[in-house]
Nanobody, 123 residues
Framework: QVQLVESGGGLVQAGDSLRLSCAAS????????VGWFRRAPGKEREFVAA????????IYADSVKGRFAISRDNAKNTVYLQMNSLKPEDTAVYYC????????????????WGQGTQVTVSS
């Protein structure tokens, strides 16, 4: 069992940066791959980024590639999402999730979810 808690969201202006954190409880956290998803108002849940168990490999959605970076610190049971050059279209609730499968972009493959953190980017 893994419990996830996101933090770090907020209201920023276009071009600003934010770092989201996903703190996990449970001794087996390092055995899970972790992804970030987001849901904007009126839209479907969207894959953002995912990282492997060790954090050695990552994948990104095309919409955030080059601007966002996912990382993890297994000693702290935490995964991060560094978001730079934020755009108004990045406005959404951001969720972290854990999966036994590597580099999954489908939310259906993730077993554990956090409650989400709101990111709002003003123009």
């Amino acid at each position: 069992q893994v419990q996830l808690v996101e933090s770090g969201g907020g209201l920023v202006q276009a071009g600003d940066s934010l770092r989201l954190s996903c703190a996990a409880s449970g001794r087996t956290f390092s055995s899970y791959n972790v992804g970030w998803f987001r849901r904007a108002p009126g839209k479907e849940r969207e894959f953002v980024a995912a990282t492997s168990r060790s954090g050695g490999t990552s994948i990104y959605a095309d919409s955030v590639k080059g601007r966002f970076a996912i990382s993890r610190d297994n000693a702290k049971n935490t995964v991060y999402l560094q978001m730079n050059s934020l755009k108004p279209e990045d406005t959404a609730v951001y969720y972290c999730a854990a999966s036994p499968k590597l580099h999954e972009t489908s939310y259906l493959e993730y077993n554990y979810w956090g409650q989400g953190t709101q990111v709002t980017v003003s123009s």
